[in-house]
């Protein structure tokens, strides 16, 4: 048992050691720090390691007391928006604007990706204040990554077996359930028809933020029960269907939009497409007139906003 | 195409009906909440949607702003701490008096888990921005769920097939990998005995606010080379071994500690431990003197800090 007391006495005395040395590490690199990074006018000349852990901390208090402002707020929101009503409190127009403004804003080493999941954190677990709500999310570790990412921990959350079990329990959720699906240009099966016809829709894509090499990068889309909101997103997404997968690309590319994902089945082509708010109807109606392997419009499954892209990190 | 297009058409009168009708309901809920829930001095008297809105955004740039001026205080501090030093950066003493300064000075309907997991992924991802480092969780969604809680998205993360080689892969990281292991009371063997020859310690235990109906709850650990972190935590855990189970809950109990999992092998009773800092190592020593089922001390395991607790959700 000698030996144990030893352990501990010499992790003391290491600890002890390592604490002198650093206290010394710390009085050689004040003269270059000061020299290198002066951050802001402070009273004494010189600041600490101390001082920059107190100026921190002062930062830490400033931004949980806006926290709680800001639920204070909110607190008034659900008073004047009533917002008991299910989907009422997704906005997912005003949310994207939050997110400009913050790329806009952003400047020094934080990763931008980090700014954003705090404030999906933030914009989630405000939301579900208002109108609780919960998350399905498909099977896949890359899938729950990204339901966590944008709707953080606070949020109902569960993980579906199959896609059509995350379509289902948004239909069946009156409001409450959002769906996480992901986005694969060839798809299994055309797993976006029945949509329109359960009254789901995609009303967002994630990622947010384009960036390569950023965390939670899998695409994948938000779905839910038609919402309150009034804007309306820059991209609609529209299920065509096409007897054969010929010159399909050529077609949607030449009205101005572009495919998502397509699928063979029964002989004909499934596809999903993303037309830009610029794209008239009367330019997607076209399609249904095309000479060789004329389209099928099945319907609107929702829409997103265009991500807003960043160069690599 | 008249279907498709008068789809479209409906689409906007309702929502033109429900920006209506949300305007009205506005309206009409202004009393109410003038009368309920006054918040701050105005100029106008009566806040309205859009005022709410407009508070929440300047509330929003000011996080913003402070997190910006945050992450240049932190880049002073990679100046004056020279924390290119493999684990130098990590601070669970530090890390844990910040938990309980949130927890001591929140209020308000924001729930404090909510907070909790807004400042682990500042810390974690400010932490790596002084010295890079992973994350290595082993299998399971609800540990994955764990780790992303606390190390946030930003810090590098892989997801290992077994425990052995989480263990493994800390050892081998040179201080730069941080391992998250479950706890369990009934473990399937004493996979805590081989940590302390291979110079890996336990650093914290999670979750650190203990609050029945929380999210990410899930108990484990995190496992790291030692840290050069001055601070003593005040739970420490010692691997003990018994040749039978007989009285151990008993008399670890006397001396004042408690069992935080045990496993039979090959004939004997494997324990990991939990002994506050109030246990002398006299106290722990007197285990291996008992007349009946005398103990053998296997080594110190590392340490963590209490957790905050709170009254339920």
Redesign the interface.
Known sequence: ?IL??D??CDHQIL??F??VW?AL??LE??N??MN??P?GSDEKAV???DE??Q???R???????????????????I????TDKPGAAFRPG?EMD?MR??VG???????I???E???R??IA??TH?QAPYEVVVEPG?DL??MA??YF???VG?T?AQTRDQVIEQVRTGQGRVLGVAGNEPDAQKAWWIPLSDKGVQVIARLPVIAQAGR??AKDCFVLSMPL?D?T?PDIRLVALSAPSGSGVDDAITSVGGGILSRVMEEGHCEILAAMPFSVS?VEI?SL?RLADNPMV?R??VGGYWSPIALSSL
């Open positions: 048992m144990f007391a352990r501990i600890r002890h390592l604490c650093r590490a710390a690199y004040r270059d720090f290198d990074t951050i600041p600490t390691l920059l852990r100026r921190i901390d930062i830490d208090e400033s931004i949980h007391l806006n926290l709680i402002e800001r639920s204070e707020i909110v607190e008034a929101l008073a004047v928006k009533r005003r939050m403004r913050l804003r952003h400047r020094g080493i934080l990763p990706t980090a700014v999941h705090l404030w954190e933030i677990t405000f204040m570790a729950r990554d966590r990412f953080g921990f606070t959350f993980q965390p939670a309150m009034t309306v109807n109606e249904t419009i319907g609107n």
